[in-house]
DNA sequence: TCCCCCTGAATGGTGATTCATTCACCCGCA
DNA sequence: TGCGGGTGAATGAATCACCATTCAGGGGGA
């Protein structure tokens, strides 16, 4: 068969089977049958099941990380930076719901088993986000008094949500919406 | 011997075990043990292992529910109930370290098994902070053009990342301090 | 022919759930 | 007061379906 990267068309089929039953209540031969490959066949790409589900969170950060990375090159402006950063991210997500429940959900569930393996990426992202903020408060264009880690934090469990939010219920307004929206909102605040 | 409290005592030994090892990884006998009953008894109790954990959430969202309600009964200040409903979100949150986990981790994997059941209580949940965000909107204290069903995702997407960062790592700032840091940035935001 | 993928049926461990049995307690009758 | 049968909560060993993982073999390219 020889068919091109067998072990993305594995990760693809995983996303598209743990998005649907959850990754515990999936069976490792349905995302054999979905990829098209043997159920033996997955062993010689992964560990075991447990694996998949940490490469397909590995690729997918490394993927959204350098696209951030991408978008945000040649922006000063810490507000645009913030909000080229929120359309990035939802972006990405809207490219994929199955991937979008995968990461919110089923990458939550196993975090802790992956304590200190490989929750790297996640900080990594974290850290971008502090940066703008850092980055932000030293121009002037931020508030001063700001703790930009507590607000990454913030910021990106709010994201996520709302990522969430879209990847289960569809019918709500459009992600790239949501998108300014948000940003005002972080922006500028509650406050009249 | 009719233990009343038989049922709380499989509840709380349930946190404590889905908690530490993930719902998935958790065997009934596990919680059996914790609870110091015998395995079938869980089952005279609950329908099923997964009956146990939607059990869990329904009662923890009801006595945090009632617990906001009463918190905010006496307040008419938007920006002073918002407030309060962060710091009581804290406060129930901090309490029991493992609750925090299993509400913020497990049973969003078991919200899609839950899809049309019983996801009432997170929705009211939502509604609280959507009705404070209008009553700020309606008496001027907040600004005019906020989406407050967004924005009520947003803060809570926030507010559930925070207490899932505590819940995992040890030694960050206590949640009290985050509470007030959190509110200033939800109602100044970021901008200088 | 040799080697490398790949295959998919068979295996073995596991753990949710069941159910026959025990036991504590209650009630009515003598 | 003492006795006997009835009730149902509680038990926990046994069941059994399920599924991740393995591995003996197949086939095609060099």
Redesign the pocket.
Known sequence: ???PD?RRRILDAAVTVFAQNGFY?????QVAREA?????????YFK???DILIQVFIDSMAAILARQETALANLTDPAEKLRVFIATHFNSVAESRALAEVLTVEVRQSSKFMRGTDMKPFGQYLGMIARIIDDGVVSGAFRSNVDSRLSARAIFGAIDELSLAWAMERGSAALSDACERVTAFFMTGLEA
């Open positions: 068969m020889a068919q067998k209540n999936s069976k490792v031969s098209g490959v043997a159920d033996g066949t997955i062993y010689l075991n099941k447990e």
